[in-house]
C-alpha cells in the first residue's frame, strides 16, 4: 500500500529513496530562530512551513523532530529492514552532542502536507532531491508562505 506522502513507501516500511517533505509550522513560529525578525502582531504570512528531505518516510521523519525538540534521546523506526521497530539515538558515537532533529520542525510542526510533496517523491538520486528540495522551499517562497529549509 502506497502512503499519501510516497507512492512507493508502505505502511510500515520506507522504499529506500528520498523523499522532500513540507510540514506546517504553527503561526507561533513567528518571532523564533529562522523567523525572528517576523513581528508576531504584524500581518500573517500565508503559512509558516518546514522543508526538509530524508530516506525515512515523511511520518518518520517528523516524528523525529518532535521527540528532538522535546529532549528526547532516541526515536522509534520501522522504515528500513522487515518492519520491525528499531530505537535510533539522537546522540552521536562519544554519546554527547544531540544531533538529528530541527528544533523548530519539532517545536513547532503541526502536521504533513503531504498535497505540497506528494507529486515529488520518491527521488532516487539524493543529490536531485537535495536539489527539489531547494526549488520546493522557493516555489512556496513564491507563493507567499514564509519557509525554512533545512
Ligand atoms: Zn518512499
Ligand atoms: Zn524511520
Redesign the pocket.
Known sequence: MP?I?????TGTT????S?VYVIELDAAAAGHGPFRDDDPAGTPPRGYLYVGMTRH?PECRFQQHRRFATGEDDFECRCFGDGEPVRRTFRDHDGHRRTGGNRLAGEFGRWLRARLHRRH??IADPDEALQREAELADELRAQGYRVHQA
Open positions: 502512503t506522502h510516497c507512492p512507493e513507501c520506507a522504499c529506500g529513496k523523499h518516510k517523491n520518491p
